[in-house]
């Protein structure tokens, strides 16, 4: 196959070529490293002497990224325009372009739908309603019910597909209980960290939870049993909330314990500038976190947070 060559530049002069034959864009171990300078030089050039992105505390946050998977954060419509333009002008001179066909707008607001004209290039960049990053659907309204939906019917096809197995009465429940945590359990709950429950979500998914219960036992929808019934004759009990919130508490003291969350603990301890809307006020990431601890204020769970034997307590009690 054809290989691709590279160079290293040294000082003024240029090292032998070197034939790569995985690809360096696609298989070579360095590629992240590469294009990790590469997208970082690029946001400095574009970045420099400019206070766009959304401020928190003090710091304005303008862009996530995870490898070639980024995301501008702007006030207003004229801000992002402008930010586009200059990471389009920026990647250019690197040789990177945006994929105006991939790349989409959205805008989060309390007062309905906002609809924005963007382009890159002269080229309409499209306005979408939701959109999926790094395996999540985002949506406008900051919902997460599609999101939840979604994975249950993902896991409730995984579950499907493997009916001859977690279903047979020729091996014992407890075995097939097991494989169901291990397989269908992943792919519910991948990226639950970053979800934010509401009543709702927790009843749709306590509802899933007993489905496969239901099917794993074999009993069928006309049958007229109680959950509770179910769950005490079979001497079972519900597990898949406790899992939840253990992961999504012990994912807090993971990122308070690290060194490399800066962005993060910017986002958690920070302050957004901006008034709270008239209203009951939404549950939030961390309101989740305060209620199922038991510990009302904030700066007592971060505290508490970086003591990992205590916080794994805390974690432990989690019912």
Not at 16 to 21: D, L
Request: include cysteine.
């Amino acid at each position: 196959g054809r290989l691709t060559y590279l160079q290293v530049r040294i000082g003024g002069s240029l090292s032998e070529r070197v034939g790569v034959a995985k690809g360096v864009r696609q298989g070579c171990t360095l590629s992240p490293l590469l294009f990790n300078i590469y997208s970082e030089q690029v946001f400095k050039e574009a970045l420099e002497d400019s206070d766009m992105g959304i401020p928190v505390n003090g710091v304005h946050i303008s862009n996530l990224r995870y490898a070639d998977d980024t995301v501008l954060l702007a006030r207003s419509e004229l801000e992002l325009q402008a930010l586009l333009d200059r990471v389009s002008t920026a990647g250019k001179e690197y040789g990177l372009s945006m994929n105006v066909a991939k790349t989409k707008s959205m805008v989060i607001s309390k007062t309905g739908r906002v609809a924005v004209q963007l382009s890159v290039d002269n080229q309409q960049i499209g306005q979408v309603a939701r959109f999926k990053y790094l395996g999540q659907w985002v949506s406008e309204t900051w919902s997460l019910e599609g999101e939840i939906r979604g994975r249950i019917e993902i896991a409730r096809g995984a579950f499907n597909n493997m009916r001859t197995i977690v279903c047979s009465r020729e091996i014992s429940f407890p075995l097939r209980w097991r494989i169901v945590k291990c397989y269908i359990w992943s792919i519910l709950l991948y990226g639950m960290e970053s979800w934010t429950l509401r009543a709702a979500d927790v009843n749709r998914l306590e509802a899933f939870e007993m489905w496969l219960f239901r099917r794993m036992l074999r009993i069928p929808w006309t049958a007229r049993m109680r959950n509770d019934y179910i769950l005490e004759h079979n001497s079972m009990s519900r597990e898949l909330l406790t899992a939840i919130k253990r992961r999504k508490v012990g994912y807090l003291g993971h990122v308070m314990r690290g060194t490399k969350y800066g962005l993060l603990h910017t986002i958690m301890m920070g302050k957004i500038s901006g008034k709270r809307g008239v209203g009951r006020r939404r549950a939030s990431w961390l309101s989740n976190i305060r209620n199922w601890t038991g510990i009302d204020r904030a700066a007592d769970l971060f505290h508490l947070a970086q003591n990992r034997e205590k916080f794994a307590e805390v974690i432990a009690n989690l019912r």
